[in-house]
């Protein structure tokens, strides 16, 4: 059982920055890859970022890359989500979440596929102003 605690977000403005976190108090925490989903009213669940057990891996939704960051501090079992050059688009709820199955991170893993995750944060808001 693995309980993720959120903070961060809020509303900024576009270009501006944010950081997310999302801690556990499990010490199992470091077992499981971590990943950023994000949720926008009337919409699906849009993978954005996922990190390997160990830090050494990660893996972005194409539309991420080069403007957030994900990393991880397993001595204090936390997860950030550092976000630059925010826009409009966005804006969304966000949420962590864990999946224990091992396996490399990626595209072939599923590391983007809401589904394969156990244990998800309750989610925090983002909002971007212009």
């Known amino acids: 059982q693995l309980q993720l605690a959120q903070s961060g977000g809020g509303l900024v403005q576009a270009g501006g920055s944010l950081r997310l976190s999302c801690a556990a108090a499990e010490p199992t925490f470091s077992t499981y890859s971590l990943g950023w989903f994000r949720q926008a009213p009337g919409k699906e669940r849009e993978f954005v970022a996922a990190?390997?057990?160990?830090?050494?891996?990660?893996y972005y939704a194409d539309s991420m890359k080069g403007r957030f960051t994900i990393s991880r501090n397993n001595a204090k079992n936390t997860v950030y989500l550092q976000m630059n050059s925010l826009t409009t688009a966005d804006t969304s709820f966000y949420y962590c979440?864990?999946?224990?199955?091992?396996?490399?991170?990626?595209?072939?893993?599923?590391?983007?596929?809401?589904?394969?995750?156990?244990?998800w944060g309750q989610g925090t808001q983002v909002t971007v102003s212009s």
């Open positions: 990190i390997s057990w160990t830090g050494d891996d990660t």
């Open positions: 979440a864990a999946e224990g199955s091992g396996l490399r991170i990626g595209a072939e893993s599923g590391s983007d596929y809401a589904p394969k995750y156990n244990y």
